[in-house]
């Protein structure tokens, strides 16, 4: 031993994992009794309406409710609906079914009502399962200080299981899209020189963990041991990229979302090779992490490899962006002086990163 440990600070956000094969049915009702909840909210996407409909009619008493989530409705929508369903009902918990849209709902609903939250995800990149609650729209306290200052302990609470089982249903392009999308959170805790030791750890054995599960998720569409790796695998790609303040690379993929004008969970994965190509050279031993979990010897081809097999989209254009889509990003791109001063890359650069993932070049050197 030459030297003791680096300093580092590791924040930790009291969540509760439950981790199982069938644990939506043999879980659920122990974690809500735990909770000590009798007026039971099921929050439910309408692709989960059948699981829903099992789960409220499996739990004892008449204090059950079920409520669909209607992807018509805005978020703020959903969540206001969410609210007052509760309120009238005088829900004590939460229970939410479905995709991280669903989630994060039922979650900013369960903090508006102060109760828990029991969350049941269906899919794998939502970082929300297990983030801290996002409470930037607690109510202001009244002037006379007679308001509280922040929404109580009890709504923080959340409990999250996770069963594979739930998981077999996801066509195979949302299988994809999804994982690698949650194995791009751990890159960008890989990336991020401010992750504390134990994140980086995790986010390493995420991607490996997803890297090994997701093929075979894909190749066996309703096996359970693909989908149950990449589902472990994504709980800690999640929980790494919650405990970490955003780094460079996440904030330039963000900053390339905004400018595709496009949804988050198609872009990042497309994006992604483009960018640790371009940001890479000034990270090499986060490039070298990425690689060893993907058990390859180059991160940026192991990263397009593996989106290659599971069949996931390798261009802007796959998902619908045409060319005016492209020269409104690049500008936009030119523009953002920001995020490219921020990871130390020129803007043109950061514009020829979007425009080689547009045509999904084999070439990812801008």
């Given at each position: 031993?030459?030297?003791?440990?680096?300093?580092?600070?590791?924040?930790?956000?009291?969540?509760?994992?439950?981790?199982?094969?069938?644990?939506?049915?043999?879980?659920?009702?122990?974690?809500?009794?735990?909770?000590?909840?009798?007026?039971?909210?099921?929050?439910?996407?309408?692709?989960?309406?059948?699981?829903?409909?099992?789960?409220?009619?499996?739990?004892?008493?008449?204090?059950?409710?079920?409520?669909?989530?209607?992807?018509?409705?805005?978020?703020?929508?959903?969540?206001?609906?969410?609210?007052?369903?509760?309120?009238?009902?005088?829900?004590?918990?939460?229970?939410?079914?479905?995709?991280?849209?669903?989630?994060?709902?039922?979650?900013?609903?369960?903090?508006?009502?102060?109760?828990?939250?029991?969350?049941?995800?269906?899919?794998?990149?939502?970082?929300?399962?297990?983030?801290?609650?996002?409470?930037?729209?607690?109510?202001?306290?009244?002037?006379?200080?007679?308001?509280?200052?922040?929404?109580?302990?009890?709504?923080?609470?959340?409990?999250?299981?996770?069963?594979?089982?739930?998981?077999?249903?996801?066509p195979d392009h949302v299988t994809a899209r999804s994982a690698m999308r949650a194995l791009a959170h751990g890159?960008?805790?890989?990336?991020?020189?401010?992750?504390?030791?134990?994140?980086?750890?995790?986010?390493?054995?995420?991607?490996?963990?997803?890297?090994?599960?997701?093929?075979?998720?894909?190749?066996?569409?309703?096996?359970?041991?693909?989908?149950?790796?990449?589902?472990?695998?994504?709980?800690?790609?999640?929980?790494?990229?919650?405990?970490?303040?955003?780094?460079?690379?996440?904030?330039l993929c963000e900053a390339v979302e905004r400018a595709c004008g496009m949804r988050p969970a198609d872009v990042?994965?497309?994006?992604?090779?483009?960018?640790?190509?371009?940001?890479?050279?000034?990270?090499?031993?986060?490039?070298?992490?990425?690689?060893?979990?993907?058990?390859?010897?180059?991160?940026?081809?192991?990263?397009?490899?593996?989106?290659?097999?599971?069949?996931?989209?390798?261009?802007?254009?796959?998902?619908?962006?045409?060319?005016?889509?492209?020269?409104?990003?690049?500008?936009?791109?030119?523009?953002?002086?920001?995020?490219?001063?921020?990871?130390?890359?020129?803007?043109?650069?950061?514009?020829?990163?979007?425009?080689?993932?547009?045509?999904?070049?084999?070439?990812?050197?801008?």
């Open positions: 031993m030459s030297e003791v440990v680096a300093g580092f600070t590791h924040d930790v956000y009291a969540v509760r994992v439950v981790f199982a094969v069938d644990a939506h049915r043999t879980s659920l009702q122990p974690e809500i009794e735990r909770l000590g909840a009798k007026a039971v909210l099921v929050l439910a996407s309408a692709s989960q309406k059948a699981v829903a409909g099992a789960l409220t009619a499996a739990m004892p008493g008449d204090r059950v409710q079920p409520l669909a989530f209607t992807r018509s409705r805005s978020a703020a929508g959903q969540i206001s609906r969410a609210y007052e369903v509760a309120a009238r009902e005088q829900a004590d918990c939460l229970v939410a079914v479905g995709s991280g849209a669903v989630i994060h709902a039922a979650g900013q609903a369960a903090l508006r009502a102060e109760v828990p939250l029991v969350a049941l995800p269906t899919s794998y990149a939502g970082a929300e399962f297990v983030s801290p609650p996002d409470t930037s729209d607690t109510p202001t306290p009244p002037p006379d200080g007679t308001g509280p200052a922040a929404y109580p302990s009890a709504a923080a609470s959340r409990v999250v299981i996770y069963d594979p089982t739930l998981t077999v249903g996801l890159v960008d805790v890989l990336c991020t020189p401010d992750a504390s030791p134990v994140a980086a750890m995790m986010a390493e054995e995420g991607i490996r963990r997803i890297a090994d599960g997701m093929p075979d998720a894909i190749l066996h569409p309703h096996g359970l041991v693909g989908r149950s790796l990449t589902q472990y695998g994504a709980y800690l790609t999640a929980s790494s990229l919650a405990v970490t303040p955003p780094g460079p690379h996440r904030t990042r994965p497309v994006v992604l090779p483009h960018l640790l190509a371009a940001t890479g050279p000034k990270r090499p031993l986060a490039l070298a992490r990425v690689a060893e979990a993907l058990g390859c010897n180059d991160a940026v081809q192991g990263v397009t490899d593996l989106a290659h097999e599971v069949g996931a989209a390798q261009s802007l254009r796959e998902l619908g962006m045409g060319p005016d889509g492209l020269d409104a990003a690049l500008e936009a791109l030119r523009r953002d002086e920001t995020a490219a001063q921020g990871a130390e890359l020129e803007p043109d650069v950061l514009a020829a990163v979007v425009e080689n993932a547009y045509h999904g070049r084999t070439t990812l050197r801008p």
